[in-house]
């Protein structure tokens, strides 16, 4: 009988143990899901941007409907942001414009995307040069 409440001791222990020190694991990763940081803070205004801009986070794109979030707000054609309005959506970026000003908003801004052909170095499927 001690030893089945010796077992159940040690099983709770390392149950609490796990809990408090595995979420402390993942501490140094950021998460990419997570909202900026004016909108978790309650007292901070609905509009807020960041201090670089506006960041294009997500884009949905159907037949009948097409949005946008942009930090944290979910906006569609006509809508401002900022000083700006949202003059397109496409699947990749978002237009603003302010005046005669555009400034695009782009899902991956660090990512440069070439042709296949200059992705592989001028090399066909089989890595070898001869479709050159």
Known sequence: MNS???????????????????????????????????LLDERAPADTVTA????????????SSAFAIISGRKVVVGDMVGEAR?????EEAVQLRRG???LTLKMYPDIL??????????????GDNKGK
């Open 4 to 38: 089945l409440r010796l077992l159940r001791t040690l099983a709770c222990v390392g149950l609490a143990h796990a809990v408090v020190v595995l979420p402390a694991a993942g501490q140094g990763m950021a998460d990419p899901t997570r909202p900026p940081a004016g």
């Open 100 to 102: 005669k000003e555009v």
């Open 86 to 90: 949202v003059a397109r959506i496409s």
């Open 113 to 126: 995307k070439l042709p296949a052909s200059e992705r592989m170095g001028g090399k066909n499927q089989t």
């Open 52 to 63: 670089s801009g506006p960041v294009l986070q997500t884009v949905m794109i159907s037949p």
